[in-house]
């Protein structure tokens, strides 16, 4: 073990997502001093995988910081909680005024907003980052997503940029820019995980009309999707989902999506999106139908039961092999335009958000952190980023002209197919509700003034008139008239 300080940055945590990034920074020229609680893990890693000049092994955070070069960077890849908490209070004492603190974990951005403020006034700098992309991205090239201490960004931007992704023409674009102040890296990555909920469950959905309506099997499920990925839906979820449908059990022959139980997990990004946009008040429906969906597969034994009692339509598929060709192109068309309201939600809160907390946020530049590198990444992001680069303020991206043209074109089938799903019964509630978001939205005029009536009626609650400002209150009993 050697302490000398030629460490360019430090690690701890040395998980899979660690060791990955660990071999990304030292793969990149950087001198990367390592360290995990469990010693013999920090001795296979350097003996192993790590076994490289430039990866340095220390079994005491003291070790750690001593090995690296002032301002020191220490990343930490530890579980999110309290855990952070713990090793932030161990490291601000081994620490010098100016060096930097980073957290690159699954952090609830209320907790990176405090810890900003608590190791800046300890004189340090502080960084929570979103670290996307999974143990192949954290290895290759991740999304990153840095916010928090501003000082702290010139100091981690060459690292964070070499190791990231890259898009472009040219493929020189890092997936990694500064995001904002304090917690500000740590909600965009949330957003993009509860977006990353929303196109999964609309996959799925997609999916499970292709197989029960129109009977596909796996193989052209798989053509499906091979096709699909050429296009408007080009991404990483569509490509991964084209190889499942290839993918056969070595033991049984029999495909391997066909043996995976219905019951899906979640770690609660998803639902801390979800949560906060309640608190915002707006209204991001589609990642909380995809985690209802979620916790709806959970209660596996109890859809058993209840599918040997509860009715439904019962019909076959119902999509000829003539009409496939045809519907086929209806779903991928729901998808698409599903997919445009979903974005457009995860950017209305962005914006709710940067109001609330005083963020300046890029939202262009965010579209291309997302390009590359994460698990949402897409030819989609393109137009993203082209939507807020000609008008910045844009209020919804369903208004730029393209997305408008998209949802034009895609509003019959998308309604053809959720009327086919409700019509033979296959559960589509993200469908569903991306539509009735994109109806909402586009209505001048909504229910709700009979909403505002019935509040007032029986809470006082008052409301505003169409033909004068001002707040009123009538008195419902006293004006209420016989029906015959």
Same mark, same amino acid.
């Given at each position: 073990?050697?302490?000398?300080?030629?460490?360019?940055?430090?690690?701890?945590?040395?998980?899979?997502?660690?060791?990955?990034?660990?071999?990304?920074?030292?793969?990149?020229?950087?001198?990367?001093?390592?360290?995990?609680?469990?010693?013999?893990?920090?001795?296979?890693?350097? %003996?192993?995988?790590? /076994?490289? !000049?430039?990866?340095? @092994?220390? /079994?005491?955070?003291?070790?750690?910081? &001593? &090995?690296?070069?002032? +301002?020191?960077?220490?990343?930490?890849?530890?579980?999110? @909680?309290?855990?952070?908490?713990?090793?932030?209070?161990?490291?601000?004492?081994?620490?010098?005024?100016?060096?930097?603190?980073? $957290?690159?974990?699954?952090?609830?951005?209320?907790?990176?907003?405090?810890?900003?403020?608590?190791?800046?006034?300890? @004189?340090?700098?502080?960084?929570?980052?979103?670290?996307?992309?999974?143990?192949?991205?954290?290895?290759?090239? !991740?999304?990153? =997503?840095? @916010?928090?201490?501003?000082?702290?960004?010139?100091?981690?931007?060459?690292? *964070?940029?070499?190791?990231?992704?890259?898009?472009? !023409?040219?493929?020189?674009?890092?997936?990694? $820019?500064?995001?904002?102040?304090?917690?500000?890296?740590?909600?965009?990555?949330?957003?993009?995980?509860?977006?990353? #909920?929303?196109? =999964?469950?609309?996959?799925?959905? %997609?999916?499970?009309?292709?197989? /029960?309506?129109?009977?596909?099997?796996?193989?052209?499920?798989?053509?499906?999707?091979?096709?699909?990925?050429?296009?408007?839906?080009?991404?990483?979820?569509?490509?991964?989902?084209?190889?499942? *449908?290839?993918?056969?059990?070595?033991?049984?022959?029999?495909?391997?999506?066909?043996?995976?139980?219905?019951?899906?997990?979640?770690?609660?990004?998803?639902?801390? =999106?979800?949560?906060?946009?309640?608190?915002?008040?707006?209204?991001?429906t589609l990642v909380t139908e995809a985690v209802y969906a979620r916790c709806l597969s959970a209660l596996k034994d109890a859809r058993v039961r209840a599918s040997k009692v509860l009715q439904g339509p019962g019909a076959a598929p119902t999509i000829s092999a003539a009409d496939r060709p045809a519907f086929i192109e209806q779903v991928r068309q729901a998808l698409y335009a599903s997919k445009i309201a979903s974005y457009a939600q995860g950017?209305?809160?962005? &914006?709710?958000?940067?109001?609330?907390?005083?963020?300046?946020?890029?939202?262009?530049?965010?579209?291309?952190?997302?390009?590359?590198?994460?698990?949402?990444?897409?030819? *989609?992001?393109?137009?993203?980023?082209?939507? #807020?680069?000609?008008?910045?303020?844009?209020?919804?991206?369903?208004?730029? +002209?393209?997305?408008?043209?998209?949802?034009?074109?895609?509003?019959?089938?998308?309604?053809?197919?959720? %009327?086919?799903?409700?019509?033979?019964?296959?559960?589509?509630p993200a469908f569903m509700t991306a539509l009735a978001y994109y109806d909402g939205y586009r209505h001048a005029s909504l229910p709700a003034n009979l909403l505002q009536a019935q509040r007032d009626y029986f809470g006082a609650h008052t409301y505003e008139r169409t033909d004068k400002p001002g707040t009123f209150h009538t008195e419902w009993l006293d004006l209420r008239k016989p029906v015959s």
């Open positions: 073990m050697t302490t000398q300080a030629t460490g360019d940055i430090g690690l701890i945590g040395l998980a899979v997502m660690g060791e990955n990034l660990a071999l990304n920074i030292a793969s990149r020229g950087y001198t990367i001093a390592v360290y995990n609680r469990t010693t013999s893990v920090t001795d296979a890693f350097t %003996a192993g995988r790590g /076994h490289q !000049p430039n990866v340095v @092994g220390c /079994h005491t955070l003291p070790d750690l910081v &001593a &090995a690296l070069k002032p +301002p020191r960077k220490v990343m930490m890849m530890v579980k999110a @909680g309290p855990a952070v908490d713990d090793l932030i209070k161990t490291l601000i004492p081994l620490l010098s005024k100016g060096d930097v603190i980073i $957290d690159g974990g699954n952090t609830l951005s209320s907790d990176t907003e405090r810890r900003t403020k608590e190791v800046e006034a300890a @004189g340090l700098l502080y960084i929570g980052t979103g670290v996307s992309g999974g143990e192949e991205g954290a290895l290759k090239g !991740p999304s990153l =997503m840095p @916010g928090g201490s501003a000082a702290a960004w010139p100091l981690v931007r060459p690292i *964070f940029q070499a190791i990231a992704a890259k898009v472009g !023409p040219k493929g020189d674009i890092p997936c990694c $820019d500064w995001v904002g102040p304090r917690g500000a890296g740590h909600y965009v990555k949330m957003v993009h995980n509860g977006i990353e #909920y929303g196109d =999964m469950q609309l996959i799925c959905e %997609a999916y499970s009309l292709l197989k /029960h309506a129109a009977g596909l099997t796996n193989p052209e499920l798989a053509a499906v999707f091979n096709d699909w990925n050429k296009g408007e839906l080009d991404s990483y979820l569509i490509d991964i989902t084209r190889d499942i *449908f290839t993918v056969k059990d070595p033991e049984s022959g029999a495909f391997m999506v066909d043996l995976i139980l219905d019951k899906a997990g979640a770690k609660g990004t998803g639902k801390w =999106m979800s949560q906060l946009a309640l608190d915002l008040g707006v209204p991001s950017y209305v809160q962005l &914006a709710a958000a940067a109001k609330e907390h005083d963020w300046q946020l890029d939202y262009g530049a965010i579209a291309m952190m997302w390009r590359g590198g994460c698990i949402i990444r897409a030819q *989609f992001l393109e137009r993203i980023h082209e939507a #807020y680069k000609a008008k910045p303020d844009l209020e919804n991206l369903m208004l730029a +002209p393209y997305f408008t043209a998209a949802l034009a074109k895609a509003q019959a089938p998308w309604r053809h197919v959720v %009327a086919t799903a409700a019509t033979i019964g296959v559960p589509v």
